[in-house]
T-cell receptor, first 111, second 114 residues
């Protein structure tokens, strides 16, 4: 059974720093991996989707990587801003087509 | 184009009461999903629908029922609410279920059962 883990559960960094969020999974048989952002009282917003055949995806200051052999994905945020404060979730799509979710990392960017 | 909307945003129920959560999407998506999110856990799939008139069980379906009478609406029902059903409920929709299709989420419904 696929399990998705995100460590740490919470992270606080000063504004301007580059940071990395981690997502690990137990079964390498995945179709894709998505990173989402969740703001309080709002829905989830998809940030990046990496297909199983891809190694990374980039969008603006965000870069997500995927290493299936080691069961890891990272979300790199460059030059962090207070507006980046949110909970970041990763989700795996496997053969059943259902999404398996991590519990998220709550990120706080201090001005 | 409102995307995915959920009604209500907040609700407090007493144990044993029933209620229905409404999800609506205006993107003509075939697939719709209901998830619950509990503290310290990832989202878990309750039920989903692959088209009008069809529904299927997800990971945690017990205690919930769903209906998809219209393509744009997906209803989640709690017949006899229990404190264990206190959670934030998210609805999502997607155009397809293949690897290239993203799910679009509503803002969530915070349900407390006392």
């Amino acid at each position: 059974k696929q399990e998705v883990t995100q460590i740490p559960a919470a992270l606080s960094v000063p504004e301007g720093e580059n940071l990395v969020l981690n997502c690990s999974f137990t079964d390498s048989a995945i179709y894709n991996l998505q990173w989402f952002r969740q703001d309080p009282g709002k829905g989830l917003t998809s940030l990046l989707l990496i297909q199983s055949s891809q190694r990374e995806q980039t969008s603006g200051r965000l870069n997500a990587s995927l290493d299936k052999s080691s069961g890891r994905s990272t979300l790199y945020i460059a030059a962090s801003q207070p507006g980046d404060s949110a909970t970041y979730l990763c989700a795996i799509r496997g053969p059943s087509y259902q999404l398996i979710w991590g519990a998220g990392t709550k990120l706080i960017i201090k001005p | 184009n409102a995307g995915v909307t959920q009604t209500p945003k907040f609700r407090v129920l007493k144990t044993g009461q029933s209620m229905t959560l409404l999800c609506a999407q205006d993107m003509n998506h075939e697939y719709m999903y209901w998830y619950r999110q509990d503290p310290g856990m990832g989202l878990r799939l309750i039920h989903y629908s692959v088209g009008e008139g069809t529904t299927a069980k997800g990971e945690v379906p017990d205690g919930y029922n769903v209906s998809r009478l219209k393509k744009q609406n997906f209803l989640l029902g709690l017949e006899s609410a229990a404190p264990s059903q206190t959670s934030v409920y998210f609805c999502a929709s997607s155009q397809g279920q293949g690897t290239g299709y993203e799910q679009y989420f509503g803002p969530g419904t915070r349900l407390t059962v006392t």
